[in-house]
């Protein structure tokens, strides 16, 4: 019986260990040490900084992003679309937009150094998956219920906690599963990040 957990505890330590491996940002592609060379070989600080920060993100240490930027139209929507990106999803474009450096943040002389290839998703977002959309199952029944600000383990963001930003589907710091490409939170194998959400 004693052995029984121990050997169990064992386990589940060594599941941990594994699981912990890739879940960092460092050595992730977010980790931008290098791209400026008074980085001081920090990471964090292409991102945050401990003062002065812009509101946007926690402690965040980006400028903001001029846009305008053009959003996801379609006449088969039915739930509501911010004007313009909101505050999570405006951090991630303070790089992939393409507009600024990737090294221009609070405490740094910019060198410059820009986004570029398909990582770049430039200002027109009307050729990607809608962004700050107020998540709402009861406009459109082919969507699973959010509860307490998740939905399908997904976090939605904002004020109401029911936006579905950047962030609801990749993780920033790469926290999520091993192996899974593009930061994903969810493996999308077998579509299973899409029916987190979406009932098809
Ligand atoms: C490439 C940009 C980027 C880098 C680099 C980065 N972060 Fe973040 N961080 C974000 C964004 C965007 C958010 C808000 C969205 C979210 O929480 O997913 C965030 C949120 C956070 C939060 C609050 C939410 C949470 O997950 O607990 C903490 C704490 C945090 N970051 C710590 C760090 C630390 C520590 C480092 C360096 C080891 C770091 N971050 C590096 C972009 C970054
Ligand atoms: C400080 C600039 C910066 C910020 C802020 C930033 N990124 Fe990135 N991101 C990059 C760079 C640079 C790359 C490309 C790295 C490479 O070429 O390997 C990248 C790559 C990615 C990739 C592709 C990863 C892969 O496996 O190839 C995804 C997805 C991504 N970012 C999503 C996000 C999201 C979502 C946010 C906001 C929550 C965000 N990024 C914020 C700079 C940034
Ligand atoms: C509804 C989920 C979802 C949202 C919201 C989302 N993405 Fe993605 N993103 C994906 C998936 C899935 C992939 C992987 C596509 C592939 O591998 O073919 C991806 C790929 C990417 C890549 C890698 C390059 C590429 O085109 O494959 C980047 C960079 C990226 N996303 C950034 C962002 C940014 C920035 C935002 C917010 C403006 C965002 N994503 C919003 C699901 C999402
Ligand atoms: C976090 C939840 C979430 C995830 C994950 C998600 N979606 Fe969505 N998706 C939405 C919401 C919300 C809308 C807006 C629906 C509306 O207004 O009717 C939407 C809209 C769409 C639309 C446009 C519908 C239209 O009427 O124009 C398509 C297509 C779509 N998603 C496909 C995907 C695919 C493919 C994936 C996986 C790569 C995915 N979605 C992942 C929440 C999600």
Redesign the pocket.
């Known amino acids: 019986m004693f052995y029984k957990i121990y050997q169990s505890t064992i386990l589940m330590a060594i599941l941990a260990i594994a699981g912990n491996a890739s879940a960092e940002i460092l050595g992730s592609?977010?980790d931008?040490q290098g791209t400026n060379n008074s980085d001081g070989g920090q990471t964090c600080i292409?991102?945050h900084t401990p003062h002065n920060a812009s509101a946007f993100a926690p402690l965040w240490s980006?400028q903001t992003p001029a846009g305008p930027y053009t959003m996801y139209a379609s006449p088969t929507l039915d739930m509501t679309i911010a004007g313009s990106p909101q505050d999570?999803?405006l951090?991630?474009l303070?790089?992939?937009d393409g507009t600024l450096a990737?090294d221009a943040v609070v405490g740094l002389t910019s060198g410059g150094g820009f986004?570029t290839g398909g990582?770049n998703l430039g200002t027109d977002l009307s050729n990607d998956h809608p962004i700050s959309v107020t998540y709402d199952s009861t406009a459109d029944t082919a969507f699973n219920a959010a509860a307490a600000g998740k939905v399908g383990g997904l976090q939605l963001f904002g004020t109401g906690a029911n936006q579905v930003e950047?962030?609801t589907c990749?993780s920033?710091h790469d926290e999520g599963p091993a192996n899974v490409?593009?930061?994903l939170w969810i493996d999308n194998a077998g579509s299973a990040l899409c029916t987190a959400c979406h009932i098809k």
């Open positions: 592609p977010h931008l292409y991102c980006r999570t999803s951090a991630c303070s790089c992939h990737l986004i990582n950047c962030a990749h920033v490409s593009a930061l």
